[in-house]
């Protein structure tokens, strides 16, 4: 199995070029499950929506909050449909962006 992670660095520019990169990334590689944190919802999607349907991975993801007005989380992308997705608030009181935990369980 072949899993690639990254941080996304949310939206911060040159967001259009990262993306694209992301994405050609993702194609070349093609790994069966990418993680990715640092992932801002942009019209109340993913940020990572459109490359999920380009490549015809299975999205996930769990918002964490909002960070200077923008609503950011995790996600992952599967070639393979989960058969149960957990998350979980890790909590830290000291911290505007909570951390959150996305785990996905994948059956043959």
């Known amino acids: 199995m072949r899993v690639l992670q990254l941080n996304v660095w949310n939206l911060n520019e040159p967001f259009d070029t990262r993306m694209a990169v992301l994405l050609d990334g993702v194609e070349r590689l093609q790994p069966d499950i990418v993680t990715l944190q640092e992932v801002s919802l942009v019209g109340g999607r993913p940020q990572v929506s459109d490359i999920a349907n380009a490549l015809g991975y299975h999205l996930y993801f769990v918002e964490a909050g909002s960070w200077r007005g923008r609503r950011e ?8 449909a989960a058969s149960t997705v957990t998350t979980r608030n890790l909590g830290h009181p000291d911290v505007d962006l909570q951390r959150v935990l996305l785990c996905c369980e994948f059956r043959e």
């Open 73 to 80: 989380g995790n996600a992952i992308l599967s070639q393979y």
